[in-house]
Structure formats: C-alpha cells, structure tokens
C-alpha cells in the first residue's frame, strides 16, 4: 500500500501505460482519477472498482487549458486532495516535416507537451496545499534518441524531458517532485501507423532485437511499476530524473 492516502491523477487512461499505472496505483491504495478523450476509459474504473478500489473517470482533451481546470477541480471536489500527476496522454502521428501538416504537428505537441504544462499548471498549487507531491510524466526513449519519421513526436518527447528538468528545479524546495520514465517500443497499438512506415507491424517485430536488445517489446506494467516506485515515498531523494526503461534501446 505504497500509495494508501493518497490521491493520483493519469492521464491517458483508457488503456495501455495509463490503464495499467491507474490500476496499479489503485491496487497500491491511491485513489484515482482516470482521465482520457476516450470513453473506454470508464472500463478502467470498472476494473479498479471491481477489485476494491477507488476511481473515478474525466472525459476531456488534455490540450484544452478549461478542461485541465475542470480536471483539477473535479479531482478536488471527489477526493479533496491531489497528491501524484501522472502525465501519459500522447500521440504519435508519424511523419518527415514535410510530410507533416501544420495540425499534425500542433497536435503533437498541444497533446504531449502543452497538455503536461497545463496538468502542471493547475496540479501544483493544489500539491502545495497537501504539502507536496509527485509529477510523473511519460517521455519516451526518444526523448534522446531520435528515430526516422518522428520529427514532430520526437520533438515533443526531448521537450518533456527539459519541462521535467525545469518543473523541478522550480519546486523542489516545496516538497514537490517532477520525474520523467522514458519508455521504449511496447506491446501496444502506439506505434502501429510509425511501423507502416518502417516496413509494417510484423517486419519491426520480427528485427525488434536488432534495435531493443531485450529482444522483445515492452509491457504497460513494466512502465506502471515504474511509475508507482516515481509516485511513491521510495522515491523521495529523485527529482529531475529521467528512468530510461527502453530494453537498451538508447545504450547503443
């Protein structure tokens, strides 16, 4: 119960990293906000309720500065208190600059990185009044590594790295942490229209251990057991922190 008292906000989950974060910070006594654009996020919550715990689901698109408030004061107005942020929300929209439109490129990075500003924004001061917090914000092994026909999502993943870094330097003296886990390829549909380019879903699968030495893809609940170790006290002398989780993806 490495969270028992707590109250945590994901972003992004309706499935994958997220659904598997809020479930496993449910499990360890939080209680949780599932937020997410897609309804499915409500399976979430049935999923944590049917087993004991306590959540809650947000539907909003996180790159709207009125509903992130809206989140924060619903998260508020349910449990009282906000005490971890766990920023996931993405999206990958492959591309050269070239081939990218204007909006591709604006949503990525209003989806990945502004909408982490904004959580941020409006979360702070109320960790503050609990006394503290922790910021939990999902990058990616290309937030150093960069990878063809990623322009926009590897610009907006190096950019979360550097808002982690700046988060944390800023309230580091007020009890509240900002850490960022950055993954590599996983076993979920996320990467799927990024592979059409590289060759098609089975071809990347089939050469995964010729770029993630592990051999294999990696699981939603390997990055959720990171991120509850991020959100919890264990964690308490690391801010400004990048996990690199990505099967040794960037140690080439």
């Known amino acids: ?67 992130v408030q809206d ?28 081939g990218l439109t204007e909006e591709m490129w604006d949503r990525t990075m209003n989806v990945n990185l502004k909408s982490m500003y904004l959580t941020c924004k409006y979360g702070i001061p ?13 990058g990616s092994a290309n937030s150093f590594v960069a990878e063809k026909f990623l322009s926009a999502y590897v610009a907006s993943k190096g950019g979360i790295l550097m808002l982690t870094k700046a988060i944390a330097l800023d309230y580091a003296k007020e009890n509240i942490r900002a850490n960022c886990i950055c993954p590599g390829w996983l076993s979920t549909g996320f990467n799927d229209a990024h592979a059409a380019l590289l060759g098609g879903l089975d071809h990347v699968l ?33 801010t400004g922190s990048a996990v690199v989780a990505d099967g040794g993806f960037s140690a080439q």
């Open 206 to 238: 089939s050469g995964l251990a010729d770029f993630q030495p592990i051999g294999r893809a990696i699981e939603p609940e390997e990055i959720a057991s990171i991120a509850l170790f991020l959100a919890s006290d264990e964690s308490s002398a690391m």
């Open 71 to 98: 989140l924060i004061n619903y998260t508020i107005e349910k449990y009282g208190s906000l005490h971890v942020l766990c920023n996931n929300a993405a999206v990958n929209l492959p591309g050269t600059v070239e």
């Open 126 to 138: 109320e960790m503050r009044k609990a006394g503290g917090g922790s910021i939990v914000n999902v």
């Open 1 to 67: 119960m490495r969270l028992e008292g707590k109250t945590a906000i994901v972003t992004g989950a309706a499935q994958g990293i997220g659904a598997s974060t809020a479930k496993r910070f449910a499990r360890e006594g939080a209680k949780v906000v599932v937020a997410d654009i897609m309804d499915s996020g409500i399976d979430t919550v049935s999923e944590i309720c049917s087993l004991g715990g306590d959540a809650h689901f947000f539907r909003l698109d996180v790159s709207h500065s009125e509903q």
